[in-house]
């Protein structure tokens, strides 16, 4: 998919969020030489449950990102609440420009405009806004998704998914969620590997393409 050494940047409204949208291409792509950047906007301290400590997701987040192969250093954590996004577009769009700035991404993933959460919402349009020169791919996460077009595809093969499912078994404040689980994680990684005649693939919606 990529023909040479990119640098591609995964923005994450919350810690997760990029291991369960593209945690297989992250793996992928890694393994293939790139160089993966991966932000997270909040650790959702607000919502977490009263029997861990509420920064337990930082330390998952490390733990997670490690486990797909992204270096400590790629690592980016913001400090914003959960669901206030919408009333801090101008300092998320901020560090958006600097993030553009000290990475120069090729590509850049973010949630899918079609998202209902309000933060996923407010990243993808603010994503859009900073990196409308860059090739821009959204990921789905279908408990919010009303609609998703399955417009680009990225093969994976057993040993991604592999990778992708214990990320996200490194957050274990996270694993009520029905979404967590994984027969899931693998029902919608065979699903979308079934629409393009392969085993297992991460789908994803193009936003803006750019061939250079």
Known sequence: MLVKKSKILV???????????????????????????????????QSVLPEFPSDILITEVKEATKILGIKPQNLILFDYDVRTFGYRRQEILDDLIRLRAEIKPDLVFIPTITD?????????????????????????LPW??????????????????????????????????PYSDEDFIRSLARTRGVQIGSRYAEAFEIVRWIIS
């Open 11 to 45: 923005l994450a409204p919350h810690t997760d969020d990029g291991e369960f949208g593209c945690g297989g291409t992250i793996a992928k792509f890694i393994q293939e030489g790139h160089d993966v950047y991966y932000a997270a906007f909040s650790a959702c301290q």
């Open 116 to 140: 209902v959460h309000q933060d996923h919402h407010t990243i993808a349009e603010e994503g859009m806004r900073a990196f409308k020169f860059n090739s821009i791919l959204s990921y789905e």
């Open 144 to 177: 919010n998704n009303f609609s998703f077009t399955t417009s680009s595809f990225v093969h994976l093969d057993e040993d991604y998914i592999k990778i992708k499912v214990n990320a996200l078994q490194a957050y274990q404040s996270q694993a009520h969620r």
